[in-house]
Structure formats: C-alpha cells, structure tokens
T-cell receptor, first 115, second 114 residues
C-alpha cells in the first residue's frame, strides 16, 4: 500500500467553526507533513512530524493546530480561520526526515473553503 | 536553504510536439531532485526522481530528466506529448543529508492542444 489518504475531500466552514482534517498512511513511514497549496502555486510547507514529534513549524498561525496521535495518523485542527486560509491542504509522508533518499508521498488533499 | 527556479510558467504546445521544462536549483551541498505532476483536479504525483548514479533518469509516462551537476540543473523532457499531459509540473529539491524539507519551484502550467 503506497497510498496516503485524506478526509474529507472537501470542507466548507465558517470563520467561527472548529473542524479537523485527517491524514493516514500505512507504509510504515515515520515522517509526516502538512502543506498548503493555493491555486496554480507550489505547495508551502506548514508542519513536519518526525517519529510523532513536531520537528518543524513554518511560523504557521495558531489557528492551525497539528496533532500526530500515532505513527500512521496526522490531524490538522482548524479554528477561527480566515477566508484567505481557503486552499488545498496536502498531507505527505516519507520514511524519515533525516538521512538520504527519502521521497515524499502526497495524499489527494482536502479542498477547504472558509466563508 | 535550497531554492528552485522554473522558467516559462505557461507552456502551450500541440500534440506530438516535444516538451522541455527547465529547472535550476541553488544549494551548495548534495541534493535529491524530483519532478512532480499535478493533473487538473488531482493530487501531486511523482514523475521521476534522482538520488545518485546515472544522471539521465527515466520516469513514468515517457518522461525523462537529466541532472547536470555543473549547471545545477534537472530539466524534464518528453519527446512527444499527448493531450493527457496537460498539467502543472513542479520541480523540487531537498538536501541529501538534511531534514527532508522540500523546496518547490513555482511550477510550469503545460497545456497540450489536441
């Protein structure tokens, strides 16, 4: 199984809502990533988890809160978002973060719209 | 930190034409190189990758890329494109011995006219 799955596929939320995005992989990977992608732009790294610990936070606003409950799951909790946060949120995983030759496998993304 | 440049953001060509997309990176150390493709409405898929060895890399769907270390380049090529190659193409780089942070180029939007 070389697949990263993400739910939901689409999410519409108001600025006062609280929602969560979920990501799952069963490849035994120990690194997982959240990216944000605006239309026609490259993905922008948000967070990296390595062995279930947060290793990189790219100065993301606190209204985005990541969580890694176990090595297969990655969540992104959303609260009090702004319309400009509307984007495609991508999850990725790789064998590890350090060392060599680790490609990242991307999920299909969650298309988020904030009203 | 690594950075990646992709030129000619919009490329329009006819079926059966040849495609070449340029990718240049800046980083002083050893790198891993990737080309990802994103078809309309779909997720990022890996086209090909270079870690070491033969600098000419063959990927899926007839794509290939050549790593030229002296030019810090990893250009993508396909001899004869099809309408189904219409997509956004991203070059990405990470440091071989780093934290696996991928640096993406701005992408090339390729439109193939039937």
């Amino acid at each position: 199984d070389t697949e990263v799955t993400q739910t939901p596929k689409h999410l519409v939320m108001g600025m006062t809502n609280k929602k969560s995005l979920k990501c799952e992989q069963h490849m035994g990977h120990r690194a997982m990533y959240w990216y944000k992608q605006k239309a026609k732009k490259p993905p922008e790294l948000m967070f990296v988890y390595s062995y279930e610990k947060l290793s990189i936070n790219e100065s993301v606003p606190s209204r985005f809160s990541p969580e890694c409950p176990n090595s297969s799951l990655l969540n992104l909790h959303l609260h009090a978002l702004q319309p400009e946060d509307s984007a495609l949120y991508l999850c990725a995983s790789s064998q590890a973060t350090g060392g060599i030759n680790h490609e990242q496998f991307f999920g299909p993304g969650t298309r988020l719209t904030v009203l | 930190a690594q950075s990646v440049s992709q030129h000619n953001h919009h490329v329009i060509l006819s079926e059966a034409a040849s495609l070449e997309l340029g990718c240049n990176y800046s980083y002083g150390g050893t790198v891993n190189l990737f080309w990802y493709v994103q078809y309309p409405g779909q997720h990022l898929q890996l086209l090909l990758k270079y870690f070491s060895g033969d600098p000419l890399v063959k990927g899926i769907k007839g794509f290939e890329a050549e790593f030229i270390k002296s030019k810090f380049s990893f250009n993508l090529r396909k001899p004869s494109v099809q309408w189904s190659d219409t997509a956004e193409y991203f070059c990405a780089v990470n440091a071989r011995y780093g934290n696996n942070r991928l640096a993406f180029g701005k992408g090339n939007q390729v439109v193939v006219i039937p």
